[in-house]
């Protein structure tokens, strides 16, 4: 009696802590759950913590908090510059109203499947406005920005908020790449070989210049030279006149002397001069023939100016 009345409080004992452990379930803080009795959503447990379902009769979904990826495959789009883009773009959202998330898509995979068919229009509608510069480096947030605000917008009415859209990639395909790349790559040939012909020209020129400035300079120089030689030369004249008005004599016996020292300073000199020439008057003596020295202290008379001996030029 006892044995069978120990083992009919045991199974009460199991029976009850089943129907606890069934009447109970927790929220964790990355979920969101929703209470349905019969298909039917009953309540909503957003906040993290324990509770309450009636056992057999309601049931629990769970749903989740955090931001959701969306990657969608890269597309082919065209520009509003009839340009044709690939385009590799991702979203970001939220659910945030879980009924009427449930009530719409039911569960994530559908989400992403009504979120890509969203984000593909969007794209397709927005890019197909813009110009390629425009996608690829003028207006890209901007672009970004209104694509989220329409998938947004379109979102709302499956309990969807969009958090954040990106363009991971916006490039030509792949034969139009090969294309641009050779036009560009020809076109800066051409302002290479351009600029190279503005730089030959320019150092023609300066080249040019250079010459003209050279040969001013240099003539100016010279005619600076010969004037100022022809200053020299007058002044020695002046020099010269000066002092052969002083001493005549002295003035004929030096230059003289100057002459027999240009003249036979060479070892092989040759000359066939008569002997009794003018150009040998003081080798007779510093007097000259019958003359008197001049010098120094000497009395000066006015004898006839000698004539200037050869080889003195």
């Known amino acids: 009696m006892k044995n069978g009345l120990f083992g009919f409080v045991a199974i009460v004992l199991v029976v009850l802590a089943v129907l ?21 959503i009953r309540r909503t447990a957003k906040d993290p913590g324990l509770y309450v379902k009636i ?29 044709r883009l690939v385009v590799d773009a991702f979203a970001r959202y939220r659910i945030e109203n879980p009924v009427l998330f449930f009530q719409t898509v039911n569960n994530v995979r559908e989400a992403d499947l009504r979120l890509s ?39 709302a009415e499956i309990g969807v908020t969009v958090v954040d859209v990106k363009i991971r990639r916006a490039d030509l395909p792949d034969a139009n790449s090969q294309a641009v790349f050779r036009r560009m790559q020809t076109e800066r040939q051409r302002e290479a070989t351009e ?4 730089g030959e020209e320019q150092s023609r020129r300066i080249k040019s210049r250079a010459d003209r400035d050279a040969t001013v ?7 600076d030279a010969e004037k100022i030689r022809g200053d020299g030369d007058a002044e020695r004249n002046r020099i010269f006149a000066e002092a052969y008005s002083k001493d005549p004599e002295f003035f004929a016996f030096y230059r003289s002397m100057q002459a027999y020292l240009t003249g036979m300073s060479s070892k092989d000199t040759r000359m066939v001069i008569s002997p009794d020439s003018d150009f040998f008057r003081y080798f007779l ?29």
């Open 20 to 40: 606890a452990y069934m009447s109970f379930f927790v929220v964790n803080p990355t979920q969101q759950a929703l209470v349905l009795q019969f298909g039917e």
């Open 55 to 83: 056992p057999f009769i309601q049931n629990v979904v769970f749903l989740d908090k955090r931001v959701l990826d969306l990657n969608m495959e890269p597309k082919e789009v065209i520009a509003a510059d009839k340009k």
């Open 117 to 155: 068919t969203f984000l593909d229009a969007s794209l397709r509608s927005e890019l197909g406005r813009s110009s390629f510069t425009d996608v690829v480096r003028d207006r890209r947030a901007q672009l970004m920005e209104a694509i989220r605000k329409d998938i947004d917008r379109r979102s």
């Open 195 to 198: 600029i190279r012909a503005q």
């Open 217 to 223: 300079i240099v003539a100016e120089a010279r005619r």
């Open 285 to 313: 003596g510093p007097q000259g023939p019958g003359g008197v020295a001049s010098g120094v202290g000497a009395s000066k008379r006015a004898p006839s100016v000698p004539s200037s001996p050869a080889g003195t030029q």
